[in-house]
């Protein structure tokens, strides 16, 4: 069978099959820039009460805590719910990686994570985290393991080294930054790809093609970009500490768009991205 034939994204509760069986949902919640304690306690909680059961977090963020105290008060039990977080470039390496992980997991009081990815491909300390995170894998301590920022030739690298294939890789991406070789090679690789900046972080909300399809739609753009993500089978993890915006964005299963319109909103890519370059940072 081939890697997301079967795919159906009608509710808020659907989940990809990611290629080691485990089941995220499509649309989830980031909490970058959300301040750490209370706000992101609130924001969390919101996004609990509309619906999303993916939180997506990472040590770097500094509000692994805020989140899991959010799930802690949720009441959620906790197979319902499905928490990502990220290894830090400081932290990447073996020994320093699993110590990252112990730490990130007192923080979010939890006992086994649903999925962690190394945050950006530093250079020389990548494989090293690969290992570290197939350890993890292994120990149970972590339901699925992949990868951030990372082009096809880093991905290769961890292909051939690896004996557990990354299941996600979470990227920029955004219809200006359309990703077409990478999202193909991560699919006939069975990596599911994820969106980060599915709003371009904001800025892609007045295009004047997106506001004209949301006018049609009876949607916000921001629901178009949404629904677009979903349409491609791409998970999307958008972020908002707005309660009225956290609810507009889970809005997106009540209506769909054609060929002719995801086609419309692909031809805006300018390969402009609004985060670092992975093939050039230095942080
Ligand atoms: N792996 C990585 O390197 C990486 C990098 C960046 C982000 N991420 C993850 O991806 C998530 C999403 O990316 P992002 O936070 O950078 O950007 P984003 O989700 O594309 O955009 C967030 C921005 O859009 C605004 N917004 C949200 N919904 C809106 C709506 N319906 N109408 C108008 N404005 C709206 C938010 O404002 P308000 O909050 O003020 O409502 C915020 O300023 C992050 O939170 C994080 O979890 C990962």
Redesign the pocket.
Known sequence: MEFLEDTVISSIRDCAKLNNGLEMPWLG??????EPGKETELAVKRALDAGYRSI???AI?ENEAGVGKAIQESGIPREDLFITT?LWNADQGYASALKAFDESMEKLQIEVLDLY?I??PVVGRYVDSWKAMEKLYKDGRVKAIGL??FQIHHIQDILEISEVVPTVN???F?PRLRQVDLHNFCNENQIQLQ????????K??DIPELVKLGEKHGK????ILIRWDLQLQVLT??????PH??V??CQVFDFELNDEEMALIASLNRDER??PDPDNFDF
Not at 29 to 34: H, I
Not at 237 to 242: D, E, R
């Open positions: 919640f980031g909490v970058f820039l959300v997506d977090t990472a963020y990220k990815l945050h950006w951030s920022n979470q990227v920029e955004h969106a980060w900046a599915p709003l371009m972080q904001g892609a909300l916000s753009p921001a629901q993890i958008p972020k908002s500490i707005t915006r956290i507009e964005n609004v985060g």
